[in-house]
Every structure is written in structure tokens, then in C-alpha cells.
């Protein structure tokens, strides 16, 4: 069974960053397809940025050119850097394969004050 561990929201003013980290376990974690989805109070979840296996990227289009994905296949950790950050950023932040597994993590609380 895959475990996945968000780390690295916080609470930040607008304009600010953050670096999430996902560690993964399990020995199929480099060959997957990861996300990055995020999921606010009232809303559905959302895929906001994607990776494949050999590091092509995807970003949707309202986090484009502010959110950075990016992944360590050594270390089992998919990254996303947040920057430029918006009040409307703020969510609860998951990672999980692209399409996701069945388990998903605790998340990462992102909150983003104006």
C-alpha cells in the first residue's frame, strides 16, 4: 500500500512562497505519473499541476507561471513550488498519482492572508 506524507503549507501573506514536499513510498513511485491537487472549503478537488515519470510537467492554467512541479525519484518526493501566492490559493493541498490511489494523505494546509 502507497503512503503518502504532505509537508510544507503554512500560512503566508499574499505575494509570499512555500515549497510542499510529498514523500511516497513504495518501489513503483518512479514510474507513476504524480499530481499535485488541492482542495478548498466548499469546493471539489482539483488537479493543479502534474509530473510524468520522466519529468514532463503540466500546470493548470490559474497557477501557470507561479507553481513549479517538480520530483526526486532517488528520494521518492514529488515538490511544488508555490509563488506569487493569492488569497484564492488557500486550500488543503494532496499529492497523489495521476490516477490517484485509492489512500491519500493528510494534506498540506495552505493559508494565504491578504
Known amino acids: 500500500q502507497v503512503q503518502l506524507v504532505e509537508s510544507g503549507g503554512g500560512l503566508v501573506q499574499a505575494g509570499g512562497s512555500l515549497r510542499l514536499s510529498c514523500a511516497a513510498s513504495g518501489s513503483v513511485f518512479r514510474f507513476k505519473a504524480m499530481g499535485w491537487y488541492r482542495q478548498a472549503p466548499g469546493k471539489q478537488r482539483e488537479l493543479v499541476a502534474s509530473?510524468?515519470?520522466?519529468?514532463?510537467?503540466n500546470v493548470a492554467d490559474s497557477v501557470k507561471g507561479r507553481f513549479t512541479i517538480s520530483r526526486d525519484n532517488g528520494k521518492n518526493t514529488v515538490y511544488l513550488r508555490l509563488n506569487s501566492l493569492k488569497p484564492e490559493d488557500t486550500a488543503v493541498y494532496y499529492c497523489?498519482?495521476?490516477?490517484?490511489?485509492?489512500?491519500w494523505g493528510q494534506g498540506t494546509q495552505v493559508t494565504v492572508s491578504s
Open positions: 497523489n498519482a495521476i490516477p490517484p490511489f485509492d489512500s
Open positions: 509530473i510524468t515519470g520522466g519529468g514532463s510537467t
